[in-house]
């Protein structure tokens, strides 16, 4: 009578186990970058409802984006110059946002991490 094998051998687990690390660590260092953008997202879908956005340009804007971001520990984004970009519209402006996070995630690999999102500001 011939005995079939039952399970994953020590080798397949040891594939197995990497795999699941590797995805893991993967997870632990994108999760952050996406929890900062859906940050980044309410602060400027706020901005839509607040009284206090009548009658300013975009640079009092921009003052306003970065208090509140300085609050969530993300002022780092207003260095850039092209993060936030306005553009006239009828009501207001456009508000684009465009975020671009790249970090390590083990060794050589880098991970790179697009966000954008429009919002319409009404100043008038």
């Given at each position: 009578?011939?005995?079939?094998?039952?399970?994953?051998?020590?080798?397949?687990?040891?594939?197995?186990?990497?795999?699941?690390?590797?995805?893991?660590?993967?997870?632990?260092?994108?999760?952050?970058v996406?929890?900062?953008?859906?940050?980044?997202?309410?602060?400027?879908?706020?901005?839509?409802?607040?009284?206090?956005?009548k009658?300013k340009?975009?640079?009092?804007?921009?003052?306003?984006?970065?208090?509140?971001?300085?609050?969530?520990?993300?002022?780092?984004?207003?260095?850039?110059?092209?993060?936030?970009?306005?553009?006239?519209?009828?009501?207001?402006?456009?508000?684009?946002?465009?975020?671009?996070?790249?970090?390590?995630?083990?060794?050589?690999?880098?991970?790179?991490?697009?966000?954008?999102?429009?919002?319409?500001?009404?100043?008038?």
């Amino acid at each position: 009578m011939i005995k079939r094998q039952r399970g994953l051998t020590a080798i397949a687990w040891i594939i197995v186990i990497g795999l699941v690390a590797v995805q893991g660590l993967m997870a632990l260092r994108i999760i952050p970058v996406y929890m900062n953008h859906n940050s980044v997202k309410s602060i400027v879908d706020s901005l839509k409802s607040d009284p206090d956005i009548k009658g300013k340009t975009p640079k009092q804007i921009n003052s306003m984006i970065s208090k509140r971001l300085e609050v969530n520990n993300l002022a780092y984004l207003m260095r850039t110059k092209d993060t936030f970009q306005y553009k006239r519209s009828d009501k207001g402006f456009k508000l684009k946002v465009h975020i671009e996070e790249k970090g390590p995630v083990f060794g050589n690999l880098n991970f790179l991490v697009i966000f954008d999102h429009e919002v319409n500001l009404p100043t008038r």
